[in-house]
């Protein structure tokens, strides 16, 4: 991505387009930006679909995105951002997220993410990662930079991965649905595919996790999703 200056005082303003389920995360996100002086919002979606259908009209340099929203998956958004960017000019994205393990992280970057960002972190993070990813550049905090040095450098031991991590993205995004309590036909919906598309990603799911049936499946589900909920 060719770097975009926020120097010169009298160059345009930077676009930003956010995307969040939350309206307080949104409108938290939209004053902190609209107060800089070379940044400005230029629109706001609070699903994955709504971002898709404005997004190229927004035609924003970075767009903002909450890795797990109910409506779709903030991986599979920065996918789609990433396959229309042939049509518009090409978007920086940047995850803020209320999760920071490894797992959603490197599957962000994967995507096309240019950055990662938590929901908790400080203020000036998230008006460092923007600038950042304006330039050209990568933005990670430093813990999350050394895990992935970790796992990419020195490597990981097959006990040392977790069985979640062996799920493609569409895997954990029913793996999190279920975790929320929804059902097969509930996902399908969610996920706009069909119940027995469903069926199969329950099935890779249970043989990926060496679960015995579907109640197991469930359960595990459960625990999972509470357990990213105290994280």
Known sequence: MAPISTTEPDSPKSKIFIVDDHAL??????????????????GEANSAAEALELIGSA????????????????????????????????????????????LYCERALRAGARGYVMKRAATKNVLEAIRCVLKGEMYLNNKMAKLMAEK?????????????????DRELEVFHLLG???????IAEEMHVG???????????KEKLKLLNATELMREALRWHDSQQQK
């Not at 929320?180 to 509930?186: C, D, N």
């Open 152 to 168: 990419f450098v020195e490597g990981k031991s097959p006990a040392a991965i977790s069985p979640v991590e062996l799920l493609s």
């Open 180 to 186: 929320r309590g929804l059902g097969t036909r509930q």
């Open 25 to 42: 995360v949104r409108e938290w996100l939209s004053t902190l930006i609209n107060q800089q002086t070379d940044l400005e919002v230029c």
């Open 59 to 102: 035609k924003p340099h970075v767009a903002v995105v909450d890795v797990s929203m109910e409506g779709g998956s903030g991986i599979e958004l920065i996918k789609n951002i990433k396959a229309i960017c042939p049509v518009i000019p090409e978007v920086a994205v940047i995850v803020l997220s209320m999760h920071d393990e490894l």
């Open 195 to 205: 119940f027995k598309t469903v069926q199969s990603f329950n099935a890779r799911i």
